[in-house]
């Protein structure tokens, strides 16, 4: 037999405590369930365990408005993020809604009973459940959790040494005095060089391309200051709004005036590194920034690894892999006995579950995402995705807090089915997610569209955000009640 749920929430990470919170205050009426596929709490802070794993997003806006941060860091890492997300769950007993090792794999939707069919595989056996929801929730963010992006070189059979990826950390790799190369140039490369630069013999990142590298504080003054002086609630609204402001303030300065963006970042860095350091080689990206994420590193801890002589860049082309290291186009050679492939994510939307509504299979990457969160002509489902450039939590409280507001609607007139109607595509798209990063580009075939008029359009600004999400009315003309 099925097991019903007003509302089924896939995923307890970030996002899926976040529903189980919100849906308990604003829906207290509502049975749910969250089902999560891994056997804790966390999703991506419980899966990540590479040294110095972090957050380049201040924790006033990864943090959730209902929960205030109450650590020092602003900036805070993996373990303590960790820590915070099942301290949430716990105090918010969201904990007891939890159904563990339940991977959800398909979901039916039947406008005869109004209702979705959700079908799992339970524990390791992979025993097949059932559930019917009135509602299904997906917060299991957009990439895949079995595997990296891990691209393949000529020779790499031949290498001596070990490969890691850092999706998969073992926890008994012991790198002390190893010559170690990191391959990649995104966050998460800038975090392991510093994170491991004491320990090797020397650690090198080497990149194809050069990323807009920022430092910043881990502690923010302003905030700790709050925190000194104010109610806990009341600092943290505070400090929370400073950020979302700064956020948007330096966003917009990047899109408005990118050349003069560009060279306050290179002048950052060549202050830090020096006069002698080649910035432009290795710091300065062929993009504008905010075209792809730019990378935080708080207390200019890469740059200070680099100063140390323990830490170099290296911005060349991967040859071939040799018994000893990697032979570069330029003819260098990079000795190495760990290479650690930081080469990025690998998307999975919706977790890979298969969607059908009425027997008809759905296609992601032929649809229109109404308002960020939810799917032309796809009924009674939504999916919680963060901004590209500002903290995931800022966007999943919003969309959360709307479909809270839509289940509360349907009841009070008495509906079963909300649907974003869309009769004929608009006459221009472009992908949902405006980012030119690689593990997005990878991705583009597969991917749900934007229009760029309301309400088929997804904002990256958060005051645009929390007027149509918090504020504006459900029953907007396109929402189709019944």
Same mark, same amino acid.
């Given at each position: 037999?099925?097991?019903?749920f ?8 970030l ?9 308990q ?76 090792h ?15 069919h959700?079908?799992a ?29 891990a ?11 070990r490969f ?56 923010d ?15 943290h ?13 330096y ?15 290179l002048?950052?860095?060549?202050d ?9 080689t ?33 911005t ?14 330029s ?34 990457s032929?649809?229109?995402? +109404?308002k960020g ?49 869309l ?15 690689? +593990? ?14 309301r ?6 600004n ?18 189709l009640?019944?």
């Amino acid at each position: 037999m099925n097991e019903h749920f007003d509302v089924l929430v896939v995923g307890a990470g970030l996002s899926g405590v976040c529903a189980g919170c919100y849906l308990q205050t604003q829906c207290p009426g509502k049975s749910y369930a969250i089902l999560e596929s891994r056997g804790a709490i966390g999703g991506t802070w419980d899966l990540f365990r590479y040294p110095g794993v972090r957050s380049d997003s201040d924790m006033y806006t990864l943090g959730y408005s209902f929960h205030p941060w109450q650590n020092p860091k602003a900036i805070a890492d993996g373990p303590a993020i960790l820590d915070y997300v099942r301290e949430t769950a716990v105090s918010h007993h969201i904990n007891q809604h939890i159904r563990f090792h339940h991977h959800v794999t398909a979901a039916s939707w039947s406008s005869a009973t109004a209702q979705w069919h959700v079908t799992a595989e339970r524990g390791a056996d992979k025993e097949p459940v059932d559930f019917t929801c009135n509602f299904l929730l997906l917060c299991s963010g957009y990439y895949d959790y079995d595997q990296g992006h891990a691209p393949s070189w000529e020779g790499m059979e031949e290498f001596n040494g070990r490969f890691v990826h850092p999706q998969h950390w073992p926890q008994d790799l012991d790198y002390t005095g190893k010559r170690v190369v990191v391959i990649g140039s995104g966050a998460t490369a800038v975090t392991l060089v510093p994170a491991m630069a004491e320990q090797v013999s020397h650690i090198t990142m080497l990149q194809r391309s050069p990323t807009y590298i920022v430092p910043g504080p881990s502690e923010d003054a302003f905030a700790n200051k709050l925190h000194r002086t104010l109610p806990a609630s009341l600092a943290h609204w505070l400090a929370r709004w400073k950020f979302i402001l700064q956020g948007i303030y330096y966003f917009f300065l990047a899109r408005r005036f990118p050349a003069a963006t560009k060279e306050t970042i290179l002048k950052a860095a060549q202050d830090e590194l020096g006069p002698d350091y080649d910035v432009a080689t290795h710091l300065s990206p062929r993009y504008n920034p905010w075209d792809q994420r730019v990378c935080l590193i708080p207390d200019s801890d890469l740059f200070k690894a680099i100063n140390s002589g323990k830490a170099s860049i290296v911005t060349d082309e991967i040859e071939r892999f040799t018994p000893s290291g990697i032979q570069l186009r330029s003819g260098d050679h990079l000795p190495a006995d760990l290479i650690i492939t930081a080469t990025g994510l690998k998307v999975k939307l919706m977790g890979g579950l298969q969607l059908s509504a009425d027997g008809n299979p759905v296609t992601l990457s032929e649809l229109i995402t +109404y308002k960020g969160m939810m799917y032309s002509n796809v009924p009674n489902l939504a999916t919680v995705f963060g901004y590209t450039n500002a903290s995931w939590t800022l966007k999943c409280e919003l969309i959360i807090g709307y479909v809270c507001r839509l289940l509360n609607h349907m009841d009070r007139h008495g509906y079963s089915q909300c649907t974003p109607k869309l009769a004929a595509l608009p006459p221009a798209t472009s992908p949902a997610i405006d980012l030119e990063s690689g +593990y997005i580009r990878r991705a583009l075939d597969r991917m749900p569209r934007q229009s760029e008029k309301r309400p088929w359009r997804v904002y990256q600004n958060y005051l645009i955000d929390l007027f149509y999400l918090g504020y504006s009315g459900v029953a907007d003309g396109t929402m189709l009640f019944s």
